[in-house]
């Protein structure tokens, strides 16, 4: 129940993490970052780019303080260029902290479940601290954490989709049997369902279409920030059951059987 969340040796204060892509431009990016208060932003290797510098995102990045880039390896088709990918983004960060992605289908944009693994493990024994982006599969994230796997990042719904937490019932199952940070990825269009991964037990939450496709990014970066602290506080304070009857508040009628 701490407040802090620790990822690969990494100590951070928010639980809103922020992805970096589809901004019109890398001002408006560094405003949202800046504004989400966020102190992990991933970066995919394939936006690295030293020679054309409009095209690289991990300088403007690392000039942020006490912000940690966390490599992607979005792009990767199969287990090998992803392994490759998180290889150099350690190169470029010094730190072994990686977000594994392999999506091969460029229409559905789903993770790859068994490449994920086969590149989860072979990170995992290699010393990196792997957070897998993975389809909402209580199995498979059990597979991942028994691997080595840092945290395991199911889906909420497709990437880019808005479609929010359809995968709900599953993200359930694995909060209630992971040992290892859960952090939803994916999906989220609006920061209420932010609060309600949160509220279910997700340890954090990565967004980046909702905040980037925003007409005001950097509000809607402080909105999410917002939701994710009253989230979290809900899930810590105890949020009361459902029932099927309605439950009196106070006892309305007790003083009607007093003696006059």
Do not use: W
């Amino acid at each position: 129940m701490s407040g802090t969340l620790v990822l690969g040796g990494h100590t951070l204060a928010s639980r809103l993490l922020l992805g970096t892509g589809k901004f019109a431009d890398t001002a408006a990016m560094l405003e949202a970052v800046k504004r989400s208060g966020s102190g992990l932003v991933t970066v995919a290797i394939r936006r690295v780019n030293r020679q054309h510098r409009a095209d690289d995102l991990f300088e403007p990045l690392s000039q942020v303080p006490d912000l940690v880039l966390l490599p992607n390896t979005s792009g990767a088709m199969n287990a090998r260029e992803a392994v490759l990918a998180a290889r150099i983004g350690r190169e470029l960060t010094g730190h072994g902290l990686v977000k594994l992605e392999i999506h091969p289908n460029p229409h559905h944009l789903m993770p790859d479940p068994i490449e994920t693994f086969d590149a989860a493990r072979e990170l995992a024994a290699d010393g990196f601290s792997v957070l897998p982006y993975m389809p909402a599969d209580p199995v498979l994230a059990k597979r991942l954490e028994d691997v080595g796997c840092a945290a395991v990042m199911p889906l909420g719904a497709a990437i880019g989709s808005g479609q929010g937490l359809a995968t709900a019932h599953l993200l359930r199952m694995i909060i209630e049997n992971s040992n290892v940070p859960v952090i939803v990825d994916a999906g989220l269009r609006s920061p209420s369902e932010a609060a309600a991964a949160m509220e279910m037990g997700c340890d954090a939450v990565l967004v980046n279409s909702a905040v980037a496709a925003a007409a005001d990014p950097g509000g809607m970066a402080e909105a999410f920030a917002d939701a994710v602290r009253a989230g979290r506080r809900a899930f810590q304070s105890g949020i009361m059951g459902r029932s099927d009857t309605a439950q009196a508040t106070s006892p309305l009628t007790a003083f009607l059987n007093r003696p006059s």
